[in-house]
Each structure stands twice: as C-alpha cells, then as structure tokens.
C-alpha cells in the first residue's frame, strides 16, 4: 500500500506537477500520464522510511525503488536552566529539499523520538526546534548511511541531538495614521541595524497588524539592534 509520487522538475517556468498512485499487492505502479523529461518520484508508506529518486528520465519500463526502516532520532529540548520545553515543535527536513519534512512535539519532559527517518539518498538532515517563547534553532545531524542496526533489545538505536533554546524579547505596539486612526492589516518587518547581510538576511519577522492596529513580533533575539 506504499504511495508513489511523481514530480515534474520546473522547467522554463511550468509550474510542479504532482501525480500520485498506489502500489498494488505486488508492489507495482505505473504512471500513465507524464509527459517524457526528468521527473522525481517520492514513495511513502506508513510501515517504511520514504525513498526518492531524483531525475528519473521518462519513459522508463522498469524502475526498481528499494525502501527501509529508517532511522530513528530522538533527544530533549530544555532551556539554558535546563528546564524542560514540553510542546516544542520538532522538524526534520532532508538537508538538499528532496524529501517532505517529518515533524513532532516534545512530551512534558522535553523529550522528542522520530522513527522512520529515511537515510538516502541523503543521509544529512536539518533539525529545526520551535517553542513559543524561544528562539527557533536549527542544527544540521548526520544519520548513520546505509542499512538501519538494531541495538540490544531488537530495537534500533537512535541518533541522539539534544537542544537548548535562548528566551525571545517580544515587540508590541500599535500602528496608527496621522489622524490617530488604526491602520488594520498593514505588513510589518523587523530586521537588524548596522550590519553588512543582505536584506534577506536582515529580516528577524514579520507580523501584520489586527483591525485596530496592534501588532506583535513575539519571538526577537535579545541584545539586537533591530528597527
């Protein structure tokens, strides 16, 4: 029952085009309708890891795709007391954009466990915590490459990566015109001063304002000069 993707890479501005279809008993599939180029195909299966393969030329009469188990991560999320972040989001996202992101949230000890975390074609993830109230933080992990062990137990050992989360400042206000009037709906972007980044790199958030002008930047880092 393994879900199979196929992905038309964007080529002279035609937008992605997603096809899907379910493999039968067998374990086979077929597209019928995409047209000859590259293409990426994603299988999914809630019993194995995804598996991508990237620039698949078609047609193609045979594509062979083997899936795995995966691996396993898991670790705690506390703050710099090491008080533990229950409710913390974790995302783990394939380092090179190929795969759709897996995600979690940590239990009331701030402890996190993802299963089936595919190891190819990239075995280099990007794990990224939020926590309202904290500063977001990513942390690039390196998952064992190859055939998933299986620790003591029967049970496969996981990769462990902890995280500790700095506590945001916050910004609140309210956007007014020049008659006192709220302004509703106005995009707001807050970004560092004296520095050399690009704007991109600048920008810390950004918040639109409610119909009667207030605005929030829940989440800034502390000891930046922002405007």
Not at 87 to 108: L, P, Q, S
Not at 112 to 122: E, L, Q
Request: net charge negative.
């Amino acid at each position: 029952a393994a879900r199979a993707l196929g992905q038309m890479g964007l080529v002279e501005d035609v937008p992605l085009q997603e096809v899907f279809e379910v493999a039968d008993a067998n374990g086979r599939f077929s597209f019928d309708t995409l047209a000859p180029g590259e293409h990426n195909v994603t299988v999914e299966s809630p019993l194995w890891a995804a598996a991508v393969l990237s620039n698949v030329h078609v047609p193609a009469d045979d594509l062979r795709i083997s899936l795995h188990e995966g691996r396993t991560l898991a670790g705690r999320v506390t703050d710099r007391d090491g008080k533990p972040l229950g409710g913390a989001r974790v995302i783990v996202r394939d380092a090179h954009g190929m795969e759709r992101k897996t995600e979690t949230v940590t239990d009331g000890e701030g402890r996190y466990r993802i299963t089936k975390v595919s190891s190819a074609p990239s075995s280099t993830k990007m794990v990224r915590v939020e926590c309202d109230g904290y500063l977001w933080e990513v942390i690039e992990v390196q998952l064992p490459a190859g055939a998933p062990a299986e620790a003591d137990g029967g049970e496969e050992s996981a990769t462990v990566q902890d995280f500790v989360l700095d506590p945001a400042g916050s910004i609140a206000g309210t956007l007014v015109d020049a008659a006192g009037k709220p302004c509703g709906g106005v995009r707001l972007v807050l970004e560092r001063t004296a520095t050399e980044e690009s704007v991109a790199a600048r920008i810390l958030a950004i918040a639109r304002t409610e119909a009667d002008g207030t605005f929030l930047f829940p989440t800034v880092p502390p000891n930046v000069t922002s405007r």
